[in-house]
């Protein structure tokens, strides 16, 4: 897969994975996105590393599913380092 098409799919992966997670993440679209690409470098490495997934092809499941769980990982790892929540209680 080349570089454009991976800067694309970790994208769309942040995007998918900001709306599945509940709640606001900080740091808006952008941050989201660029977020997103980290995600699926994080999910490409560990899916390789752990099951030995080949991530050659750009329209394989396989590779959206590794791209959108490591989005999800990286956003909640983000939510934890600024402070925001899944759910908003009001004091």
Do not use: C, E, N, Y
Not at 22 to 34: C, I, M, N, V
Not at 50 to 73: K, N, P, Y
Not at 85 to 91: K, L, M, P, V
Request: positive net charge.
């Amino acid at each position: 897969m080349g570089f454009i098409a991976f800067i694309i799919l970790g994208l769309i992966a942040g995007a998918i994975a900001k709306a599945i997670l509940p709640g606001r993440q900080g740091g808006g679209w952008l941050a989201t996105l660029l977020l997103g690409v980290v995600g699926a470098l994080l999910g490409g490495w560990l899916g390789g590393l752990i099951f030995g997934a080949d991530l050659g092809g750009f329209f394989d499941l396989t590779t959206w599913l590794l791209a959108i769980g490591g989005a999800i990982i990286v956003l909640l790892i983000w939510g934890l380092i600024t402070g925001r929540s899944g759910s908003r209680t009001t004091r």
